[in-house]
């Protein structure tokens, strides 16, 4: 019988109440292992009990810490873990960057709260947890499901705030008939990098966004308050306006290294344009951040920074571990 290990952390799926005070996270992990999973054993476990808003780099590490304790464990076969909506992102992103194991790792949660008239956590931890069993994803990395579909973690962003599915990006690699999973796609896989250390709680990469009018004000106030790289969120293929290569190239100069992204939702970095966008940023010393968001780009940024990375050295490894502008998201895909 395969036995997955869920983790608890909280979020809407483990929240209840309404009124003025609004719904907060209460329910343990064991609450939402009570499903019925017919050949399939769940044991449940808490992290941490809290709504994903309120986490910190220092969280994500201990969830990571506990993924990684129970795919070390010889009788586990794989391992869900539930998660807040808002940040859920993040935190699966770094677990897929450091992951090891052939195990699967799958997060889930809801968008309706435990006590809502129709919560959506028990039939999403249900298919999470099939995923996580299935010997056919083994290999797949981390992945997110959410309402009948899976994806992978890399490159996928919540995209919708109420939405039953809020999730898109990524590869999908599966989806859910009845009870039955159809798998469709493998991920590709990138070298893992090491697992974070306490250093990674404390390291700070900014977010910088661009938009009409914009200065570069922000990007000067992140330096001088010790951020140890920015990731710029720019505009369309990863442009600024006025001022910002400048400012890049003396941020870099100074030691607090740049990285390129776009606010555009969907689609790669791809630097073109000089009078200050992309050529001009990039000419400054930023990094682009190919096909990564700007907020899993600070995952990886902070990461490699965390493991003593130089910043000098950050473009060249940053560069290893994201995809670049033509790179297809998907190795495998079955018949």
């Given at each position: 019988m395969a036995h997955v290990q869920l983790l608890g952390t909280g979020g809407t799926i483990a929240s209840r109440g309404s009124g003025d005070a609004g719904s907060v996270a209460t329910d343990a992990a064991s609450d939402l292992a009570s499903g019925e999973y017919g050949q399939l054993r769940v044991s449940a476990r808490d992290v941490l009990r809290t709504n994903s808003y309120r986490l910190g780099l220092g969280d994500l590490r201990l969830i990571a810490e506990a993924a990684q304790e129970a795919l070390l464990d010889p009788d586990v076969d794989g391992v869900v873990v539930t998660h807040g909506t808002d940040t859920l992102e993040e935190t699966a992103f770094l677990l897929d960057l450091v992951h090891r194991s052939p195990k699967t790792v799958v997060f889930t949660g809801a968008q309706q709260p435990a006590d809502s008239p129709a919560p959506d956590g028990p039939r999403n931890v249900e298919e999470a947890v099939l995923a996580a069993a299935s010997p056919e994803?083994?290999?797949?990395?981390?992945?997110?499901?959410?309402?009948?579909?899976?994806?992978?973690?890399?490159?996928?962003?919540?995209?919708?705030?109420?939405?039953?599915?809020?999730?898109?990006?990524?590869?999908?690699?599966?989806?859910?008939?009845?009870?039955?999973?159809?798998?469709?796609?493998?991920?590709?896989?990138?070298?893992?990098?090491?697992?974070?250390?306490?250093?990674?709680?404390?390291?700070?990469?900014?977010?910088?966004?661009?938009?009409?009018?914009?200065?570069?004000?922000l990007l000067h106030f992140a330096v001088r308050s010790g951020a140890q790289a920015v990731v710029l969120a720019?505009?369309?293929?990863?442009?600024?306006?006025?001022?910002?290569?400048?400012?890049?190239?003396?941020?870099?100069?100074?030691?607090?290294?740049?990285?390129?992204?776009?606010?555009?939702?969907?689609?790669?970095v791809v630097p073109r344009y000089g009078n200050g966008g992309g050529t001009d940023l990039v000419a400054a010393g930023a990094v682009p951040s190919g096909d990564l968001n700007p907020f899993q780009a600070r995952i990886l940024a902070?990461?490699?920074?965390?493991?003593?990375?130089?910043?000098?050295?950050?473009?060249?490894?940053?560069?290893?571990?994201?995809d670049d502008a033509h790179a297809d998201d998907v190795r495998l895909t079955h018949p």
């Open positions: 994803l083994h290999g797949s990395g981390v992945l997110i499901s959410f309402n009948g579909t899976v994806r992978s973690a890399r490159g996928a962003r919540k995209a919708h705030t109420t939405a039953s599915n809020p999730f898109q990006g990524g590869a999908e690699v599966a989806h859910v008939v009845g009870s039955r999973l159809v798998v469709t796609a493998t991920p590709r896989r990138h070298p893992p990098l090491p697992p974070p250390t306490a250093a990674f709680d404390t390291t700070r990469v900014e977010v910088v966004t661009v938009y009409p009018g914009a200065t570069p004000d720019g505009t369309g293929v990863g442009n600024a306006g006025p001022g910002f290569a400048e400012t890049v190239a003396q941020a870099v100069g100074s030691g607090c290294a740049v990285v390129l992204g776009t606010r555009t939702p969907w689609g790669p902070a990461l490699l920074l965390s493991h003593g990375t130089p910043a000098a050295d950050l473009p060249a490894a940053f560069r290893a571990h994201c």
